[in-house]
């Protein structure tokens, strides 16, 4: 995999074998014939002591351990001893029981997850995830990567016995590359420095949604089992606190993103519904209203230039029910948009379409590319739920999602996702004033 996706400069070392892939196996770390930067270690746990004591002759000082049958195997000693033997020698540990490392500024796929196997994989972009569950973390992936959403890093921090899951989130804090954060956790051992980081990572604008497990007692018995992590204590209040967008289930944790990656944070909460059914107009405000979001009422003026623009038989409030023929009309559709966008106490905008399929919704979703950057001009953002079947309008959704429109299947992920937008607008305009005063 490391070759596969152009990371040059690899050394296999094998004591058994002469050659691997057609390049020169070397018996030990030692006999490199180069600086080496990161070991991979992924042999029997057994073994491991034994590697790190190579690698510190050798000047290492990096090492990603693949290889479980650690703490999470009840194998305690044997961790605090290759631990102890990296950190005489300033080596850093990734794992062990790590899925290790993904980096596509750097060409860098040190991992063994499945998800680097899916086609086109792995798409760049500027969302990185920490996950303390590899398998997690990569199933994660698979889906970003189906909506287009790229990524930039990519860490499973294994039973973290060096370098734990605050350190990556600092790091990420400061890198150019990233502009959202995703973790996934189960139990952090230094909260202190957790919350120093993710205090850094917001001050710098980047979000930080985060997917914690593991919140009933019978689930934190559990992580020992797997990690050999601490069970955890109860991080709603943290989180809060911190500014943490918690996430309460996995969907949760790619949909958010999508949306924070792609789109402004809105100055505020209200809302304007944009919907071809009038059924859905309802469905919409129920959500609304239990997430917290404001669908106001439009001012008259707004009204009667909408009574302008729509045919006699649609309706002119928030929420609007266009119906399906302003909608295709793409001028029209523009000038609702942007009477919507100018008021004030519109800070987003829900689209709805209902059953869309096939070629009349490849020239809807071009439509709506093209209204969008109406929307774009005000500094709105638009999300959009999709309700017919992907099996049956997926080129629809590759031409939203390639032109970086997020688009939900369900009403609830559509204002779960908003909602997700509107609470960063109001932690980032929180920063932003403890800042300038």
Not at 108 to 129: E, H, K, Q, Y
Not at 145 to 165: C, I, M, P, Y
Not at 198 to 222: E, H, N, Q, T
Not at 361 to 377: F, G, H, P
Request: with cysteine.
């Amino acid at each position: 995999l490391l070759l596969e996706h152009g990371f040059t400069n690899v050394f296999p070392v094998n004591p058994k074998e002469s050659e691997v892939l057609g390049m020169k196996c070397y018996p030990s770390v030692k006999d490199v014939p180069s600086d080496v930067d990161l070991a991979c270690i992924l042999t029997p746990a057994s073994t491991v002591p034994g590697i790190i004591r190579d690698c510190a002759e050798k000047g290492v000082k990096a090492a990603i351990i693949f290889s479980s049958g650690f703490a999470e195997a009840g194998n305690v000693d044997l961790q605090e001893q290759v631990v102890e033997l990296a950190r005489s020698a300033g080596i850093r540990i990734l794992g062990p029981n790590s899925q290790g490392v993904v980096s596509t500024p750097a060409n860098l796929c040190a991992t063994f997850s499945p998800s680097i196997m899916i086609p086109d994989a792995p798409l760049r972009g500027n969302v990185s995830v920490i996950s303390q569950s590899g398998a997690i973390g990569g199933s994660a992936l698979t889906h970003m990567w189906s909506l287009k959403l790229g990524v930039s890093r990519f860490v499973s921090t294994g039973n973290e016995a060096d370098l734990e899951t605050p350190d990556f989130l600092d790091f990420l804090a400061g890198d150019e590359h990233t502009s959202v954060i995703t973790v996934f956790l189960e139990s952090i051992k230094d909260v202190e420095g957790f919350s120093r980081a993710v205090s850094r990572a917001i001050s710098s604008g980047k979000p930080v949604v985060v997917f914690w497990s593991a919140r009933s007692r019978r689930a934190r018995k559990l992580v020992k089992q797997h990690t050999g992590l601490k069970p955890p204590e109860d991080y709603t209040p943290l989180f809060k606190k911190l500014g943490v967008l918690g996430v309460d289930d996995f969907e949760d944790f790619f949909d958010f993103p999508m949306a924070l990656a792609w789109q402004p944070a809105p100055s505020g909460n209200g809302v304007a519904i944009i919907s071809t059914s009038g059924a859905m107009c309802s469905v919409m405000v129920d959500l609304c209203e239990e997430y917290g979001l404001e669908v106001p009422e439009l001012d008259g003026d707004a009204e009667n230039k909408l009574r302008g623009i729509l045919p006699s038989f649609a309706s002119a409030k928030n929420p609007l029910d266009v119906t399906g023929q302003i909608i295709l009309n793409i001028s029209l559709f523009k000038k609702c948009l942007r009477v919507l966008c100018g008021e004030t106490r519109i800070n987003a905008l829900l689209l709805t379409v209902t059953t869309a399929v096939d070629e009349p919704a490849i020239t809807l979703a071009r439509d709506i590319v093209e209204a969008a950057e109406t929307v774009r001009s005000y500094g709105k953002p638009m999300i959009v739920c999709w309700l017919a079947s992907r099996a049956f309008s997926q080129k629809s959704h590759e031409i939203l999602l390639e032109a970086k429109i997020p688009v939900y299947p369900t009403p609830r992920r559509a204002v779960k996702a908003l909602k997700a937008l509107v609470e960063w607008g109001k932690i980032k305009g929180k920063r932003e004033k403890l800042q300038h005063s």
